[in-house]
């Protein structure tokens, strides 16, 4: 299965690859289908920008010969206009999603009762029904799982844990398929959370909820976490 990493590799290469196992991946995956979009409208950009024609009045006659220092001078500005749009829009296309932080704040304020302080843990069967799918289990580390639910996020089944830690509840959601190229803090909405890289993985989010833990200590149950993880395939 073609992962999101080679199919923004060959994007980059030729946004127009004609290759089916593209067109495969990207009608399953809801941010390379946005990346796609991006890249497209990019490169139309860039197209347009590169086809302005010189103005006729800055054309100089036939007959007039243009000093070298003014050509070297208009090349010179040219090539940093195209350079500069280039360098935005590579920066533009490799930022992560930005609604990503946002999409898993909404999605806890759909399931206040996940949030409740208890020290009864959810069946082993029940977890390890939840955690199949993300092919995973989860060692002792990560302290006892108070909630564990499959749910539909961004077109995709994923487990939504709650695990009790000294600090109050805390969420964690596995994104096998959600990939950011680096850690992502963020503190909205009665929220605060880190979205973490997992190699060959996609990603994990953990939040918690009414400031109950600084974004150090949500770092660290982050941390806990994976390191807890297991992954079955």
């Known amino acids: ?8 590799r060959t994007l980059m290469v030729d946004p127009h690859d004609p290759d089916p196992a593209l067109g495969e991946h990207r009608a399953t995956c809801h941010d390379c289908n946005l990346y796609t979009q991006r890249l497209l ?9 590169l086809s302005v024609p010189v103005p006729a009045q800055a054309v100089p006659a036939p007959a007039q010969a243009v000093p070298a220092p003014y050509r070297k001078g208009w090349l ?3 090539a940093s206009v195209v350079l500069a749009l280039v360098v935005a829009g590579g920066l533009w296309l490799s930022a992560p999603g930005p609604s ?17 302080r208890t020290d009864v ?3 082993t069967p029940a977890l390890l029904d939840v955690l199949r799918n993300s092919r995973l289990r989860l060692g002792t580390g990560a302290g006892v799982v108070s909630y564990a639910a499959s749910c539909e996020f961004r077109g995709h089944r994923v487990p939504h844990l709650v695990v009790q830690t000294e600090s109050g509840p805390v969420t964690v959601m596995v994104l096998v398929h959600e990939h ?3 850690t992502v803090q963020f503190d909205e909405q009665g929220y605060r959370g880190v979205i973490v890289p997992v190699a060959g993985h996609g990603s994990l989010a953990v939040l918690t909820r009414g ?12 941390s806990q976490v994976l390191e807890s993880i297991i992954w079955t395939g």
């Open 180 to 182: 950011v190229p680096k």
């Open 76 to 78: 010179a500005m040219a």
């Open 211 to 222: 400031g109950s833990a600084d974004i150090g200590t949500v770092q660290h149950i982050a």
């Open 100 to 116: 990503l932080a946002a999409d898993v704040v909404t999605h806890m304020a759909g399931e206040p009762q996940a949030w409740q």
């Open 41 to 49: 409208r990019f490169e139309s950009r860039l197209g347009r920008a």
């Open 1 to 8: 299965m073609m992962d999101c990493t080679h199919y923004r």
């Open 121 to 123: 843990p959810v069946p």
